[in-house]
């Protein structure tokens, strides 16, 4: 069965740093991209950026560029999300997805796996 | 960034209803659309790509089509298990960004 399982709830300070995790298994992970979507309380959903786990290649979204590392171990079929100095505003569900690639398109892709989400509260 | 615009936000139907969504991208993006369906406390699923192909396992009532920009998200006889929030994504350029989303509600 092909899954992606992350770690657990995090509570947090504002001014911390913190670092989640995203195992895969089930599949051959340097062969998808593993990317990150957020979601606060309430809203919709918000692409962070991927990481194609054969290369090390990484395109992050603006929006969240300088405040986010994507990061893959591709020894342990785990892809990471960190931040150096968490904010109040980072409070949010986060996911991680596999990119299915499709079409002739090198970034033609559906999420087609979801991890279970880790949800991060980030207190002032 | 290309932009989604998702609509309408929410709708209520019945069971048995057709419900369509729509989704208009502010520039070209070819056919590279997918469409999301998420139940509350669970993490969104996968239901079309590339504007009108159904992912696997996910019922036939399900359809999408494009007209240009314009997508389209239908669901014909409408299911108890349908009920839930929908959302467009682009995969034309980074950053992939989704619509807003609509809240398919029981009337």
């Known amino acids: 069965e092909v899954r992606l399982v992350q770690s657990g709830t995090e509570v947090k300070k504002a001014g911390e740093s913190l670092k989640i995790s995203c195992q895969a298994s089930g599949y051959s992970f340097v062969l998808y991209r593993i990317g990150w979507v957020r979601q606060k309380p309430g809203k919709g959903l918000e692409w962070l950026g991927l990481?194609?786990?054969?290369?090390?290649?990484?395109r992050y979204s603006p929006s969240f560029q300088g405040q986010v590392t994507i990061s893959a171990d591709m020894s342990i079929n785990i892809a990471y999300l960190q931040w150096g100095s968490l904010k109040a505003s980072d409070t949010a569900l986060y996911y991680c997805v596999r990119h299915w690639d499709y079409g002739d398109s090198d970034l033609s892709s559906g999420m087609d796996v979801w991890g279970q989400g880790t949800t991060v509260t980030v207190s002032s | 960034d290309i932009q989604m615009t998702q609509s309408p936000p929410s709708l209520s139907a019945s069971v048995g209803d057709r419900v369509t969504i729509t989704c208009r991208a502010s520039?070209?993006?070819?056919?590279?659309l997918n469409w999301y369906q998420q139940k509350p406390g669970e993490a969104p699923k996968f239901l079309i790509y590339?504007?009108?192909s159904l992912q696997s396992g996910v019922p036939s009532r399900f359809s999408g089509s494009r007209s240009g920009t314009e997508f389209t998200l239908t669901i014909t006889n409408l299911q108890p298990e349908d009920f839930a929030t929908y959302y467009c994504q682009q995969c034309y350029s980074t950053p992939f960004t989704f619509g807003l989303g609509t809240n398919v509600e029981m009337k």
């Open positions: 990481i194609n786990p054969l290369d090390s290649e990484i």
């Open positions: 590339e504007a009108t």
């Open positions: 520039q070209a993006i070819n056919r590279y």
